[in-house]
């Protein structure tokens, strides 16, 4: 990578000083909750980094479908960064959840249907990133990748509706559902900051990673502007 690209932006550093900033909320300024105690405050990194980990892969699915109507590279850039900064949050979900489950539901694993098809999705994306790697050809290996990455993503609305579909261990939405939160408001208003300075720190990551890629393919400096 240039030495150029190695240089954190004022957008990472904004990023890295909200999620520090929320967390410190979190931690000493946010009360425990009654029944689960200290184990619910992982609640404000799973919850965050799973709405990302939907976020980063639905945008992929939207840069890939872009991708196949006007062939522009720097869609399939775009997609791509997207899919490696949602399976680093993915992975963030599924190593939370566990930690969080296990004082609650006395397992860190169930084969709950959430918890299922979020892993489900998170082998489609690795094995989207393995299949990049794998394909020399860059016209197949954008197609390919365009085509996993948009069925990949129509995974996510079952995730999110599998607690209501199901009999599941998962509890269901706090925040996105008909109604209004249920959380008390110093708990809401954490939750909230968690998931606006997880969103900024999205949007560095997929920015740092698609100046990767585009200094990767020999691509015009300009079109590091456009992500």
Known sequence: IHSRGMKPTPLTLAAIVAVVVTYIRAIFFTPLEAVQGPAQKILYVHA?????????????AVASALYLWLREERLDRIAESSAEVGVVFTTVVL??????????????????????LTLFLWFIYVAYLVMRGALEDKDVRARYSAVLGILGAL??????????LFRTLHPRPILMKPSAPSLPNEMLITLLLAFASFTLLYVALLRARYRYAVTRDGANP???HNA
């Open 95 to 116: 190593t939370t959840g566990p930690l969080w489950g296990r004082p609650i539901w006395g397992a860190y694993w169930t084969w709950d249907a959430r918890l299922t």
């Open 222 to 224: 300009p079109e590091t």
């Open 48 to 60: 965050p980094a799973a709405w990302v980990a939907f976020m980063a892969f639905g945008h992929v």
């Open 155 to 164: 995974l996510i609305p079952f995730i999110h509706l599998s607690v209501y």
